[in-house]
């Protein structure tokens, strides 16, 4: 249920982003890379301008990824203000743009090797996570290492659990709904989703599933790597 959306960047250049299904609805093309007209960088993230393939603007589309605001303080801590940053014209949003996507994949594939040499992760769910850990150096050394070695590790019995997508795909749509629904409690956000989604809960969820999903959520996916936690927040801001 997630999937990587690549972008043509108004410059030229690609970056992909990993979403669940249910936070892209109304972004068309997933298959192959959407033209950006425009991006400006905001508080929470960035908004996309696309257009269709007649050329007609479709609108902007918010993203507001995870990390969004450590990414700000590591900029801020290199020497360029919020205000600065966040004031930007395409070309500055353009190149904002990449710095983050650059920023998070370093700052996942640190994240991804601590987990995977403590068996709470593994190659596999790396992957499937956050393709692009594997072009950071640091990490290809990592799995080249171990897989020279024949010492791919494995999750540790009890450590992990098995992902489940459909469960992400209603996590996430959970979080959009709280996100774009002032006053709304998550509680409520939930029962919503799985009431939107009756085709993503599982069959053990039968009864209360937005009790169930709201469980999860706080247990295990607002920590997890799939988190939309930042996301989440960002309405309270």
């Known amino acids: 249920m997630t999937?990587?959306?690549?972008?043509?960047?108004?410059?030229?250049?690609?970056?992909?982003?990993?979403?669940?299904?249910?936070?892209?609805?109304?972004?068309?093309?997933?298959?192959c890379p959407i033209q950006v007209?425009?991006?400006?960088?905001?508080a929470n993230g960035f908004r996309f301008?696309?257009?269709?393939?007649?050329?007609?603007?479709?609108?902007?589309?918010s993203h507001y990824p995870e990390r969004f605001g450590d990414f700000l303080d590591h900029m801020e801590a290199h020497g360029i203000p919020r205000a600065v940053a966040l004031d930007s014209d395409t070309a500055r949003a353009t190149l904002g743009v990449r710095?983050?996507?650059?920023?998070?994949?370093?700052e996942k594939a640190i994240e991804f090797e601590r987990d995977i040499r403590a068996g709470l992760l593994t190659f596999e769910d790396a992957r499937r996570v956050h393709p692009g850990v594997f072009k950071a150096p640091a990490f290809q050394r990592f799995f080249a290492l171990a897989f020279a070695a024949g010492k791919l590790p494995r999750g540790k019995p009890g450590k992990r659990r098995i992902h489940n997508p459909k469960v992400e795909a209603l996590y996430a749509l959970a979080c959009r709904i709280y996100r774009e629904t002032p006053g709304l409690s998550f509680e409520a956000a939930c029962a919503d989703a799985t009431e939107q989604r009756p085709d993503l809960v599982p069959d053990t969820w039968r009864e209360e599933p937005g009790r169930n999903l709201l469980r999860e959520a706080t247990r295990y996916w607002d920590k997890s790597p799939?988190?939309?936690?930042?996301?989440?927040?960002?309405r309270d801001k």
């Open 49 to 61: 301008l696309f257009a269709d393939d007649s050329g007609e603007l479709t609108g902007w589309i």
């Open 37 to 42: 007209q425009d991006v400006r960088m905001v």
């Open 3 to 31: 999937h990587g959306i690549t972008l043509r960047l108004p410059d030229g250049n690609l970056v992909s982003l990993q979403l669940p299904e249910t936070l892209t609805t109304g972004i068309v093309r997933r298959g």
């Open 226 to 234: 799939y988190s939309q936690l930042s996301y989440r927040q960002s």
């Open 99 to 106: 710095l983050f996507s650059d920023w998070l994949t370093n």
